[in-house]
C-alpha cells in the first residue's frame, strides 16, 4: 500500500493515474480495481491514486491519527492477503505515527549513504521511548538500500549499521 504515493511517483503516469487508496476510501472504486499487478505475480501494488494529494489533504489529522488507517484496513480486512506492506515517509511524524499501532512489525529502511545511516541510532532509540511509553513495537528487519557492493563507502555503511544494530539488541 502506497497511501503517500511515493512508489506510484516513481513508476508511470499510468499508475499516477489510476485508482487507488484515495478512490477506495471516497467509495468511488473497489479493491480490485485498485491493486495492480507487478512482475511478481504473489505481489500487488495499491497506490495512491489520482488526485490523492487532494484526498490527503483533507484527511490529515484522520491519517496523523491513525484512524485513516483504521478504515484501510478495514477494507482490507475482506481481501485474502498473507501481507500487506505500508510504505509511508521517514521518521516518526504524519502517517509513520498514525499507522505504528495499526501494524504487527516494522521495516525500517536505510539508504547505504552516511547521513542515512547516521539517523538509525536515533530512529531505534525514539522507537524505544515509544515501546517504554506503552506503545506496541517491533522492528522486523532493518534493509539496507540503495547499495552498490563496488563501492567502499556502502561496504563502510552496512559495517556501521551492524554496529549500530548489535549495540542496540
Not at 499507522?99 to 522507537?127: G, K, N, Y
Amino acid at each position: 500500500v502506497d497511501p503517500q504515493g511515493s512508489v506510484g511517483l516513481s513508476l508511470s503516469q499510468t499508475v499516477c493515474e489510476a485508482p487507488g487508496v484515495a478512490q477506495l476510501l471516497e467509495a468511488t472504486a473497489d479493491l480490485a480495481d485498485t491493486i495492480l499487478p507487478t512482475n511478481l505475480p504473489e505481489l500487488g501494488l495499491l497506490p495512491a491514486g489520482c488526485d490523492a494529494p487532494r484526498l490527503f489533504q483533507k484527511h490529515v489529522v484522520a491519517i496523523e491519527s491513525g484512524a485513516f488507517f483504521d478504515e484501510l484496513n478495514r477494507v482490507l480486512a475482506g481481501v485474502d492477503l498473507d501481507i500487506v506492506i505500508y510504505d509511508t515517509p521517514s521518521g516518526l511524524t504524519g502517517p509513520a505515527l498514525g499507522i505504528l499501532d495499526r501494524v504487527d512489525h516494522l521495516l525500517l529502511p536505510v539508504q547505504a549513504e552516511p547521513l542515512a545511516a547516521r539517523t538509525l541510532p536515533r530512529l531505534l532509540a525514539s522507537l524505544n521511548e515509544l515501546a517504554e511509553d506503552g506503545r506496541r513495537i517491533s522492528v522486523a528487519a532493518v534493509v539496507l538500500t540503495m547499495s552498490d557492493p563496488a563501492l567502499a563507502e556502502c561496504g563502510q555503511i552496512a559495517e556501521e549499521l551492524a554496529r549500530a544494530l548489535d549495540r542496540k539488541s
